[in-house]
């Protein structure tokens, strides 16, 4: 079957390092991938989508890698401020094309000051 | 810019009581999503729409019932609430092209049933 696989640790790190979450998936070529944040008691927000022929892509402190061969996503943020401690999903569509998003069950990141 | 809307934030039931959560999205998104969120679960999909009037199965249906009469609403039911339906319930929409749309959430619906 099709799985996503997140670090269900919670990852800790000092502020101003590079925090980096794994999501790893099975059985699977997915044309895309997205990461996107959640806070406590609220909704998940989309944050970066990367695409299979895309190696790499940046928005502003952020970071996400796609190796297709690994089937495995990188997700980095750098420089990282406390403001930045949330819980990090990643999600593939395994249907391939109708949008229905399968989510991971997601890392949890503490910005330590 | 409202975006995805979510009625009521919260919900006590008891066992075998119905109720219908309510999902409005102003972004004109042809595709709409209910998810379920349970500690070390993650999100599951219960049921989605990809337009108006019609709707599809996800991966956790049973006990659900969903409706799309306008493409902005999209309503998820629970005829019978039973304790395991006790979570976190994330109503979400999307574009319905391309290659990967990101999706918006609501705010979440926290059900309890006693």
């Known amino acids: 079957s099709q799985k996503i696989e997140q670090n269900s640790e919670a990852l800790n790190i000092q502020e101003g390092k590079t925090a980096t979450l794994t999501c790893n998936y099975t059985n699977y070529s997915p044309a895309y991938l997205q990461w996107y944040r959640q806070d406590p008691g609220r909704g998940p927000v989309f944050l970066l989508l990367?695409?299979?022929?895309?190696k790499e892509k940046r928005k502003e402190r952020l970071k996400v890698t796609f190796d297709t061969t690994l089937k495995q996503s990188l997700f980095h943020i750098t420089a990282s401020q406390p403001a930045d401690s949330a819980t990090y999903l990643c999600a593939l569509d395994f249907t391939g094309g109708g949008n229905k998003l399968t989510f991971g069950t997601g890392t949890q990141l503490k910005v330590e000051l | 810019n409202a975006g995805v809307t979510q009625t009521p934030k919260f919900r006590v039931l008891k066992t075998g009581q119905s109720m219908t959560l309510l999902c409005a999205q102003d972004?004109?998104?042809?595709?709409m999503y209910w998810y379920r969120q349970d500690p070390g679960m993650g999100l599951r999909l219960i049921h989605y729409s990809v337009g108006e009037g019609t709707t599809a199965k996800g991966e956790v249906p049973d006990g659900y019932n969903v409706s799309r009469l306008k493409k902005q609403n999209f309503l998820l039911g629970l005829e019978s609430a039973a304790p395991s339906q006790t979570s976190v319930y994330f109503c979400a929409s999307s574009y319905s092209r391309g290659g990967g749309t990101e999706a918006f959430f609501g705010q979440g619906t926290r059900l309890t049933v006693v």
């Open positions: 990367i695409r299979e022929n895309e």
């Open positions: 972004m004109n998104h042809e595709y």
